[in-house]
């Protein structure tokens, strides 16, 4: 049977997910995907061959994403365009496909993406809400100053070694990562933290908002934190950011399938007050 390749454009509230990676017996979003896949092609008598869903990138435990980016092959007998909606009538309230369309084979959701962008949000009002918990870290304890933050982030712009960001266990043969863009915005009482880069390390982006909050709040100069990074001082960072402070925002390649409005800014700013 002839087959296509499809590209979906994925949200998922991270919360009660183990993460994006398959797992045995954790809930992950690959695994909730590939199984509402499998039904569909049983449905329509396709091969059982298990389906692989490849992703831009694989977030952690808690994460979200706003414009996760993922790939499968598939019998060509359904219109690629159908797929988003087939999916979303078999898939958990937490997650939902955007939008499917083809793509040729050689395209990878992994392979041909030039970049990824994450924003960190904490939530600065000592006062707790219900509302923004599941999405920011509740950070009250000291005042931060986002201009330090933003002149530590700027540190990072270019292509460097960054090794004092990734956590152990990463089969990755490097810590080299080409930073494109960095941002640091206060918006009362919240604070949002953006990273662009070529690809992250493991944990990287956690680790990293972590020495920032250091920062911000004056325990540690910008240059005892360029010295960190710089010389690799992994024992140095101890402190991860919470996860649901945490979203993958969008993935850029120089081909895509989607109008900008499915993937570019999805992920809506909570206003309070």
Not at 98 to 125: E, G, I, K, M
Not at 205 to 222: A, I, K
Not at 251 to 272: H, I, L, N, R, S
Request: net charge neutral; hydrophobic share 40%.
């Amino acid at each position: 049977m002839d087959q296509q390749r499809i590209a979906l454009v994925i949200q998922y509230q991270g919360t009660h997910f183990q993460g994006w990676q398959r797992q045995p017996n954790q809930r992950t979003v690959q695994q909730e995907i590939e199984t509402a896949i499998a039904t569909v092609q049983t449905r329509h008598g396709a091969s059982l061959t298990p389906v692989t869903l490849h992703a831009a990138g694989r977030t952690d435990t808690g994460v979200h994403a706003a414009a996760q980016v993922a790939h499968f092959d598939a019998p060509s007998h359904i219109p690629a365009y159908r797929w988003a909606t087939i999916l979303n009538n078999r898939l958990s309230e937490d997650v939902l496909i955007r939008s499917s369309a083809a793509v040729p084979d050689p395209w990878h959701a992994r392979f041909s993406a030039q970049w990824r962008r994450y924003r960190y949000t904490l939530y600065t009002d000592p006062r707790p809400n219900l509302f923004v918990r599941p999405f920011s870290w509740h950070y009250y304890h000291h005042p931060l100053d986002e201009q330090l933050i933003q002149s530590a982030l700027e540190q990072l712009l270019g292509y460097h070694h960054l090794s004092a960001f990734q956590r152990s266990g990463t089969s990755r043969p490097h810590a080299w990562v080409d930073v494109q863009f960095v941002s640091c915005q206060r918006q009362d009482p919240f604070i949002h933290i953006e990273v662009q880069a070529s690809g992250f390390l493991y944990g990287m982006m956690r680790l990293l908002v972590g020495l920032l909050v250091q920062v911000g709040n004056g325990e540690r100069s910008l240059e005892e934190f360029r010295d960190i990074w710089v010389q690799e001082r992994r024992e140095v960072v101890k402190y991860a950011a919470p996860a649901q402070g945490l979203c993958l925002l969008r993935v850029g390649y120089p081909e895509f399938p989607f109008d900008q409005a499915v993937w570019f800014d999805t992920f809506p700013k909570f206003v309070v007050g």
